[in-house]
Nanobody, 123 residues
Framework: QVQLVESGGGLVQTGGSLRLSCAASGRTGSYYAMGWFRQAPGKEREFVAA????????AYADSVKGRFTISRDNAKNTVYLQMNSLKPEDTAVYYCTADTSRFGRSPTAYDYWGQGTQVTVSS
């Protein structure tokens, strides 16, 4: 049973930083792609960032480029999202995702999902 468990969410003031972590378990070997999506109340789930196993291919949403950094530790099957210069519009539930063979900006590219962690940025 594959499990993705996020941690690191919380409440932060505008301009602050948070680091999200997501540990994957239940499967031998690392995932081809791991990433993050987010969903704010009343909005659709949107792509934030993703990274391939070897780190050669990465992608960021325009809204977070230059502020967020995705990284991963394949030995630990863990992906991180360092979020700096946070804004109130970054407030959302952040979901970790992974797939064994696909990479992309659409939620349909990923088979495995975490339960989400809340990030709230106060103004």
């Amino acid at each position: 049973q594959v499990q993705l468990v996020e941690s690191g969410g919380g409440l932060v003031q505008t301009g602050g930083s948070l680091r999200l972590s997501c540990a994957a378990s239940g499967r031998t070997g690392s995932y081809y792609a791991m990433g993050w999506f987010r969903q704010a109340p009343g909005k659709e789930r949107e792509f934030v960032a993703a990274l391939t196993r070897n780190g050669v291919i990465s992608a960021y949403a325009d809204s977070v480029k230059g502020r967020f950094t995705i990284s991963r530790d394949n030995a630990k099957n863990t992906v991180y999202l360092q979020m700096n210069s946070l804004k109130p519009e970054d407030t959302a539930v952040y979901y970790c995702t992974a797939d064994t063979s696909r990479f992309g900006r659409s939620p349909t590219a990923y088979d495995y999902w975490g339960q989400g962690t809340q990030v709230t940025v106060s103004s």
